[in-house]
């Protein structure tokens, strides 16, 4: 990515691979509580098709790693100036990128060509801690773009890279139906019982909830959504059960380029 003999860089590394670490461990722990407490164990199919579509899009963005970092240090001398890293700027960053994060996630839903892109990621119908690994394999290739204009405000490019992951990082735990609702932080946070309505079958639920860590956006712009008392059913409006990745890759978007106009 560019700056690889930085102390920041190699902690970004260093917390890329804690981060996945964690998932995989976590996931084993939430595979067993919902094996012996709920008696509803997740699919081994469903994790072997996550887990191998996030393998597909770590090659996928390791393989445009080089380009997306020219296009940020590009960008980043059009900046005016630059942000100075301090505690105070690092939490001022991570806000903003929440913000956008929000802006970005809105698009991928309201739009047709977004929700092509973005489709895969709500095609499960069962909810669980891989599930935050099923992304679409273009969108992923795309999607740190979106934060160029922050370089070019001033943000450093690897700070807005690290702040951007930790966006990600902090919804992975809200990709499970074991956690209920938590009422002290739902108001607030993005958490499973908020994020479950952003995964429902239903777009009337489904087009809610965007944000990745406050909710603040969501209320603050008309789109926040809270959860039902009786479960909602997840996945795709028409759902799709097998476990092809390519199906739930690419069915969205060849469903997007049938009725695109020329």
Not at 11 to 21: D, P, Q, V, Y
Not at 44 to 50: F, G, I, S
Not at 182 to 197: A, G, K, Q, Y
């Amino acid at each position: 990515m560019g700056s690889e003999g930085s102390p920041l860089y190699l902690w970004f590394r260093g917390l890329s691979l804690g981060l996945a670490a964690g998932l995989i461990g976590l996931a084993f722990v939430e595979s067993a509580v919902r094996h012996l407490v709920f008696h509803r164990p997740v699919l081994k199919r469903t994790v072997t098709v996550n887990l191998g579509m996030w393998l597909v899009e770590l090659v996928l963005r390791t393989a445009s790693g080089g380009f997306r970092w020219l296009v940020f240090s590009t960008a980043a001398t059009f900046a005016p100036l630059t942000w100075p890293l301090n505690p105070l700027t690092w939490v001022l960053l991570y806000v903003v990128v929440d913000l956008f994060y929000y802006s970005r996630h809105r698009l991928l839903h309201t739009t047709r060509f977004g929700w092509a892109l973005h489709a895969p990621h709500h095609a499960s119908t069962d909810l669980s801690l891989t599930s935050a690994l099923r992304l679409g394999w273009l969108q992923r290739v795309l999607d740190d773009f979106f934060y160029v204009p922050l370089v070019l405000l001033g943000a450093p490019p690897l700070a807005v890279f690290i702040a951007v992951e930790l966006n990600h990082a902090s919804q992975l735990w809200c990709h499970t139906e074991v956690i209920g609702r938590i009422p002290f932080l739902d108001r607030f946070l993005n958490t499973p019982s908020n994020h479950r309505v952003h995964h429902a079958r239903d777009r009337a639920f489904a087009d809610a909830n965007y944000s990745a860590t406050f909710m603040l956006w969501d209320k603050l712009f008309g789109t926040y959504r809270p959860e039902p008392r009786e479960p909602l059913p997840l996945g795709w409006a028409e759902p799709y059960e097998g476990a092809n990745p390519f199906v739930i890759q690419f069915r969205g978007l060849l469903d997007w380029l049938k009725t695109a106009k020329p």
